[in-house]
Each structure stands twice: as structure tokens, then as C-alpha cells.
């Protein structure tokens, strides 16, 4: 039976999906806002909902799914960049999309249905809360609007937090505008240079969290199957979601399957911009092909964390190139559902990885039909979208690039050495034997190879 089950957040339980109409499955995920270069986490987020797309396609067709992955173009943090930076905001904004878009396409997500832009929807998000304020669920304050939680009897049942253990502690500064701590903002009055809009509350802008209640209501309905996202949107984010959502529609589910990834970790602490331990994808992407990267990624269940590291990165290399050696461009409707079943049951990606090696061993011995279903099971995560020698081709570009910089760092080292800086120079050999480059001084002459 092709029967999907999912970890629900809002169930707390692995579920069977049922769509509330299999001929329109409606799944909105929680996009980039776009002011800096996507880290590999945020790659991560991509990765699992692309996968979980591409299970549904498999299972209801894709003209019967409306996946909808918002941008957020207007934002403090936004604001902020354009500030330090000097840059308008508009060119942040496209120039951060653009390459979104890149890094998208470098690790060979689909493409979602609709991608929405918030400011492109400023009128329903004015619409939406003058219906809350005229139904007394916001209120008014100096410009801004808030959401009075009070009003929304369900508030912490995503998250499966009670209302009296939220109330932020003495550490947390509350806005004096609030009625309650836990309000959070709808509409928020401009500074003279900010990005703005006229409402009747005066120029400001929306607040994040309405952002993605409007666009999800205007694309998919007021009740929707799949809402997913990162496990940090869970709360305040998702939450605030359901809020604002179901207090104005008077309804009980904003979505039926609330889906969270688990965090990519960087020296074990979640991969953020706020702590700096990242990399982005466009600098992985320039190192590694973007298979190799969708390989790594998946590699853990995705509610499990999953430890970002170079190690894990080579050995994903090695399998995509071992797997490579059976690629076949005939395409076909083989019978896979037997490994397919892996990606049913909770999107098991470790189990699958382990049943496509076995696959990969049989079709080795020379099995036609093996291989071809080896090569169907690979395109249904995502990779062997490259001819085989395309990513020849681009080893060798990435290889001519890896000797690019060795030669630099010798001569770099050389020069250390010329002036006495031995400590520079043992520093640059040390990072050269990091990235697996042995370095031999030979007579005059330095030597390197591939230890
Ligand atoms: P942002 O642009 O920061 O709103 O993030 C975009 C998506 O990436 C959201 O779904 C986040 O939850 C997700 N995300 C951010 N950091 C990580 C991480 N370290 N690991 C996994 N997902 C993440
Ligand atoms: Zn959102």
C-alpha cells in the first residue's frame, strides 16, 4: 500500500497522511528572507521538503500538489543589512533571491508551485488585520498592532506550551505597549527611511508571522494539509501562525501536518548566521558537486540533528562517484516500491541509503533490470540528474581550482620562508595537510601531492 505516515508536531506522533483532496494536495513551507547567502542548514530545510515534494509527486502526480515556499523580502534583519552594508534594500532583496535561486538550483530542488513574495501581498496583510482588530482580536497601541493572545484559547498547543509557563522571565524586556507579554506584533510603524506602507494605522510595515498566515490563506485556503519549516519556526513562528489564523477564520487547524526538521549542527551547535558557525551552499557548491551535497544532507533521518563536517562531506563524495560508475540515461517505469516504502514510513532516508548500496552491489554483477532500478531509486532523491560526463567534467573544473589554490599556498609559504615568518609557513603546511595536500621542499623546490 502506498501509504505515506509523517511526523505531525501538532500530534506529536507519526501519522498517516490522508490530503483533504488527493486531487490538490496544498503544502506551504517557510521560504528564505533574503538578505545573506543561505548557510548549508538552511540547505538542509530545502533538501527535506524538496524530498518530501517529490514522495508526493511520486504518490498523487504533481499537477494534483499546489507546494507554495514563500520569500520574505521585508524584514529588520533586512533593514538592518541595508543599513551596515549601504546597500538599498531592493538590491539586498533581488540580489539575495538571485542567489537563492542559484543555490536552489545547485542542489537540484524542484521548483515549488508559487513563490510568493510578502511584499507583493501588503494589502491582504492590511486586510487581514483590520478584520482582527474588528473582531477584537488585536488591538491599537502608538502605531502598532498586536495580537492579544488572550483572545486564543489554543495558544501553545503546536508547541505544547502553556500559556502561564511563557511569560517571559525578568531577562526579557517587554514592550510597555503590550496588554500581554506573550502579544505579539501584526503592524509596526516606519522610521522615516524605512520600507513602508499606508494603512489606516499609519505608514509601517507587517510583522513576520502574518506574513505567512496571509500567503498561505490566499494560495491554499483557510485549512491546508502540510505546513513545514525548520524546528526553530515551531514557536514563536508556526504558533503565532495558527493563532492569528484561526482566531480570524474561526476555524480549529490552519494545517492538518505540521512537519519540522531537525537542526544541522556546526561543532555540535545549530548552524546560524547569529553564531557564525556556518558555511553557505554557495561555497560548498563551488568545492563539491550539489549531489554530493543532497547526499550529505540526507544522510540522518531528518528530525535528527545531523553534525556538519568535512568527513561527512568526502565520504558522501565517494559514494556519489561509486554510484556513478552504474549510471544509465534510459529511463524507465520500473517497479521500485519496495525501497520507495523506506521513504513512506517517515521519509527514512538512512534506510534507503542503506537499501540503495545493496541495490548498487547486486546491479554491480551486471543485472540489466537491477541497474535500471537502481538508477530510477537514485533520481527519486534527487540525484544522477547530471549526465556522467557532466560531472566528469566538472571534477576536473573543481580539480583545476583545488590546484589553483595549492599553488598559491606554496608560493605563499615560500615567500614566509623567505623572510623568516617559519611560523606562517608551518601554518599554511598545516592547512594544506587539512585538506589532504602533503608538501615535500625538495632541493629548491616544493613538491605536493594528494596524501
Ligand atoms: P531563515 O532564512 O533563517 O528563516 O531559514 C530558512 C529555513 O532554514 C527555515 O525553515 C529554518 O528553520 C531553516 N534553518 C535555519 N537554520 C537551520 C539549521 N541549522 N539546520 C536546519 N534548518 C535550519
Ligand atoms: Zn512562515
Request: charged share 30%.
Amino acid at each position: 500500500m502506498n501509504n505515506l505516515k509523517i511526523s505531525n508536531s501538532l500530534t506529536r506522533s507519526k501519522d498517516l497522511f490522508k490530503p483533504i483532496n488527493p486531487k490538490n494536495i496544498t503544502m506551504y513551507v517557510c521560504g528564505p528572507t533574503v538578505y545573506a547567502d543561505p548557510h548549508v542548514g538552511n540547505g538542509r530545510s530545502l533538501i527535506v521538503f524538496d524530498l518530501l515534494y517529490r514522495v508526493l509527486i511520486k504518490l498523487y502526480g504533481q499537477k494534483n500538489i499546489t507546494y507554495v515556499r514563500n520569500i520574505t523580502d521585508v524584514d529588520d534583519k533586512i533593514i538592518e543589512t541595508s543599513k551596515t552594508k549601504g546597500i538599498p534594500i531592493d538590491k539586498i532583496t533581488s540580489d539575495a533571491a538571485k542567489n537563492f535561486h542559484k543555490n536552489v538550483k545547485d542542489l537540484n530542488c524542484l521548483e515549488p508551485t508559487i513563490e510568493p513574495k510578502a511584499t507583493k501581498h501588503i494589502k491582504e496583510m492590511i486586510k487581514m488585520i483590520d478584520s482582527l482588530i474588528e473582531k477584537k482580536l488585536a488591538y491599537l497601541n502608538n502605531g502598532h498592532v498586536y495580537f492579544l493572545i488572550s483572545e486564543f484559547k489554543n495558544y501553545g498547543k503546536l508547541s505544547n506550551k502553556k500559556l502561564d509557563d511563557l511569560v517571559p522571565g525578568s531577562r526579557v524586556e517587554v514592550s510597555k505597549l503590550k496588554k500581554n507579554p506573550l502579544d505579539f506584533i501584526l503592524w509596526k510603524p516606519a522610521l522615516t527611511d524605512e520600507p513602508s506602507w499606508d494603512s489606516p494605522w499609519g505608514r509601517g510595515r507587517p510583522g513576520w508571522h502574518l506574513e505567512c498566515s496571509v500567503m498561505s490563506e490566499k494560495y491554499l485556503g483557510k485549512t491546508f494539509d502540510i505546513h513545514g519549516g525548520g524546528l526553530d519556526l515551531l514557536f514563536p513562528h508556526h504558533e503565532n501562525e495558527i493563532a492569528q489564523s484561526c482566531a480570524n477564520n474561526s476555524t480549529d487547524v490552519l494545517a492538518n501536518y505540521w512537519i519540522h526538521n531537525g537542526f544541522l549542527t556546526m561543532n555540535k551547535e545549530k548552524m546560524s548566521k547569529s553564531l557564525g558557525n556556518l558555511e553557505t551552499i554557495s561555497e560548498v557548491s563551488g568545492k563539491y558537486n550539489g549531489q554530493a551535497i543532497r547526499l550529505a544532507l540526507l544522510s540522518a533521518h531528518y528530525k535528527q540533528p545531523l553534525e556538519w563536517s568535512d568527513n561527512l562531506l568526502e565520504q558522501s563524495k565517494a559514494t556519489l562517484e561509486k554510484w556513478y560508475e552504474l549510471y544509465d540515461e534510459a529511463e524507465s517505469n520500473i517497479d521500485n516500491s519496495e525501497i520507495f516504502s523506506c521513504l513512506l514510513d517517515d521519509l527514512n532516508t538512512p534506510k534507503y541509503f542503506a537499501k540503495l548500496h545493496e541495490l548498487y552491489n547486486v546491479a554491480s554483477k551486471g543485472d540489466k533490470t537491477k541497474r535500471v532500478e537502481f538508477n530510477e531509486a537514485c533520481r527519486l532523491i534527487g540525484i544522477f540528474n547530471q549526465k556522467k560526463d557532466v560531472l566528469a567534467k566538472e571534477k576536473q573544473d573543481l580539480s583545476n581550482v583545488d590546484k589553483k589554490y595549492i599553488l598559491q599556498k606554496i608560493e605563499e609559504r615560500i615567500k614566509a620562508r623567505k623572510v623568516g615568518d617559519f611560523k606562517l609557513a608551518d601554518k599554511i603546511r598545516d592547512e594544506l595537510s587539512k585538506n589532504g595536500i602533503a608538501i615535500k621542499d625538495k632541493d629548491n623546490n616544493t613538491e605536493w601531492e594528494y596524501k
